[in-house]
């Protein structure tokens, strides 16, 4: 099998990149200084149907799959934008589609697909629980029709921006024979929300990178909002996991290539010694490990996308894609500062905003330790470490 694009798949590249133009590094620079949320790009990715990529053609999307959505978003990444701005959307809609009820899809899918609402918001990650997800502690009580939400999350990313969250609440306490049970997932509709329910506080970060504490306070949610079985959330929320890994793998190829570029660029024009210092192996070679790190991992990550989109196992391909592909852009961004020296520490390059928005990879949306527990435990059939 050879791992490259289609012909489609080609020219979806060629088309994202043509958009991505229209943004260039100054658009994103400007913003991440003022630390604003891209609206503008943001509306011209929905516009142009980017967003909808993964909704099926019924509910008005493009019916396209992971390795489509992936070649958008590592072109968005590649260009030097921030595809954190709006990647939930495409793998948080899987819950829905996978689980949702027909009346759910139908009300929510094609105004995604239109644009008319926004589902970027992923209410999973809690103060007391981090990566212990199973210690969710934000309950849902069932009262007559509705749930009444109490609790708070963190981290919340893109909640100012987005019209629906999808929130993990317990509805039931834990269960010692299933560790999993009495967790569920709800669509949240955020503009349905009273004045007082829904606290936001933002959280600064290191990047330009809206994310949240989000205080729950007797919240009510229709039980219609209810997705799938009431107790089986965490399940939905696992089976949401393959196509997030492998999307975020292609957002980092994406910055490793964005790296790449900016550093070869660099070291054939500047001259120092009378000569350009790509000419120096001390510059040259790393740049070249790097890339090769980063073209390693994109075929992994094409790989895992070619499995899933045939609807196979590709867990163990979908972690080992984050995990190689968060190393590779990382390691591509600290070649990249090397190679342009002091101006890699520049504002006006973009290298170093780029350096920070990569790290969060390692970082988020799981840690790659986690990743390490995933393969020891599931793929290599060693004791659970945790
Ligand atoms: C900018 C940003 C945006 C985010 N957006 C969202 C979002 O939209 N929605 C959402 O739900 N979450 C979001 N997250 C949360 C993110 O998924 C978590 O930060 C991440 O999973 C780590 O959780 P934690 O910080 O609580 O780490 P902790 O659980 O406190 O862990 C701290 C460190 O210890 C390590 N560790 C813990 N236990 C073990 C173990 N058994 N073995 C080895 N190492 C271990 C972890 O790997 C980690 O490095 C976001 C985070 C950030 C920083």
Same mark, same amino acid.
């Given at each position: 099998?050879?791992?490259? /694009?289609?012909?489609?798949?080609?020219?979806?590249?060629? !088309?994202?990149?043509?958009?991505?133009? $229209?943004?260039?590094?100054?658009?994103?620079?400007?913003?991440?200084?003022? %630390?604003?949320?891209?609206?503008?790009?943001?509306?011209?990715?929905? &516009?142009?149907?980017?967003?909808? #990529?993964?909704?099926?053609?019924?509910?008005?999307?493009?019916?396209?799959?992971?390795? &489509?959505?992936?070649?958008? @978003?590592? &072109?968005?990444?590649?260009?030097?934008?921030?595809?954190?701005?709006?990647? #939930?959307?495409?793998?948080? +809609?899987?819950?829905?589609?996978?689980?949702?009820?027909?009346?759910?899809?139908?009300?929510?899918?094609?105004?995604?697909?239109? $644009?008319?609402?926004?589902?970027?918001?992923?209410?999973?990650?809690?103060?007391?629980?981090?990566?212990?997800?199973?210690?969710?502690?934000?309950?849902?009580?069932?009262?007559?029709?509705?749930?009444?939400?109490?609790?708070?999350?963190?981290?919340?990313?893109?909640?100012?921006?987005? /019209? @629906?969250?999808?929130?993990?609440? %317990?509805?039931?306490?834990?269960?010692?024979?299933? %560790?999993?049970?009495?967790?569920?997932?709800?669509?949240?509709?955020?503009?349905?929300?009273?004045?007082? +329910?829904?606290?936001?506080?933002?959280?600064?970060?290191?990047?330009?990178?809206?994310?949240?504490?989000?205080?729950?306070?007797?919240?009510?949610?229709?039980?219609?909002?209810?997705?799938?079985?009431?107790?089986?959330?965490?399940?939905?929320?696992?089976?949401?996991?393959?196509?997030?890994?492998?999307?975020? !793998?292609?957002?980092?190829?994406?910055?490793?290539?964005?790296?790449?570029? %900016?550093?070869?660029?660099?070291?054939?024009?500047?001259?120092?010694?009378?000569?350009?210092?790509?000419?120096?192996?001390?510059?040259?070679?790393?740049?070249?490990?790097?890339?090769?790190?980063?073209?390693?991992? /994109?075929? +992994?990550?094409?790989? $895992?996308?070619?499995?899933?989109?045939?609807?196979?196992?590709?867990?163990?391909?979908?972690?080992?894609?984050?995990? @190689?592909?968060? &190393?590779?852009?990382?390691?591509?961004?600290?070649?990249?500062?090397?190679?342009? $020296?002091?101006?890699?520490? #520049?504002?006006?390059? /973009?290298?170093?905003?780029?350096?920070?928005?990569?790290?969060?990879?390692?970082?988020?949306?799981?840690?790659?330790?986690?990743?390490?527990?995933?393969?020891?435990?599931?793929?290599?059939? +060693?004791?659970?470490?945790?």
């Amino acid at each position: 099998m050879i791992l490259q /694009d289609t012909a489609d798949q080609a020219a979806l590249r060629a !088309a994202v990149r043509e958009l991505c133009e $229209g943004f260039g590094n100054a658009y994103w620079r400007d913003l991440d200084l003022q %630390r604003q949320y891209p609206e503008a790009f943001v509306k011209a990715l929905t &516009e142009a149907g980017y967003l909808a #990529a993964l909704i099926p053609e019924e509910y008005g999307g493009a019916g396209l799959g992971i390795a &489509e959505a992936a070649v958008i @978003l590592e &072109e968005i990444n590649r260009s030097g934008g921030n595809a954190a701005a709006c990647h #939930a959307q495409m793998y948080i +809609m899987g819950t829905v589609l996978r689980h949702g009820n027909d009346d759910q899809k139908r009300r929510y899918l094609p105004a995604i697909a239109r $644009g008319e609402l926004r589902l970027q918001a992923f209410g999973v990650t809690e103060p007391n629980a981090g990566v212990d997800t199973l210690k969710t502690a934000t309950t849902a009580k069932r009262r007559g029709d509705r749930y009444v939400v109490n609790g708070r999350k963190v981290w919340t990313s893109r909640v100012q921006h987005s /019209d @629906l969250m999808l929130l993990l609440a %317990r509805t039931a306490p834990p269960d010692p024979r299933d %560790r999993t049970y009495g967790l569920s997932t709800f669509l949240v509709d955020l503009r349905d929300a009273p004045p007082g +329910m829904i606290e936001v506080r933002p959280i600064r970060t290191l990047m330009n990178h809206e994310t949240n504490e989000v205080v729950f306070s007797d919240l009510e949610v229709p039980a219609g909002n209810l997705i799938g079985e009431e107790g089986s959330g965490f399940r939905y929320i696992l089976d949401g996991l393959n196509a997030e890994r492998l999307l975020i !793998a292609a957002e980092c190829v994406g910055d490793g290539r964005f790296f790449i570029e %900016r550093a070869v660029a660099y070291a054939r024009q500047r001259i120092v010694f009378d000569r350009p210092i790509g000419r120096n192996q001390g510059v040259q070679f790393p740049i070249a490990r790097a890339h090769a790190a980063v073209e390693a991992a /994109d075929l +992994m990550r094409r790989q $895992g996308s070619g499995l899933f989109d045939l609807g196979k196992a590709c867990a163990a391909e979908a972690n080992t894609a984050k995990l @190689l592909a968060s &190393e590779a852009s990382w390691q591509a961004a600290n070649v990249a500062l090397d190679t342009l $020296g002091g101006y890699g520490f #520049a504002h006006e390059y /973009d290298v170093e905003r780029k350096f920070r928005e990569t790290r969060l990879y390692i970082t988020a949306p799981v840690p790659n330790n986690l990743i390490l527990a995933y393969v020891g435990e599931h793929v290599l059939g +060693m004791e659970r470490s945790f």
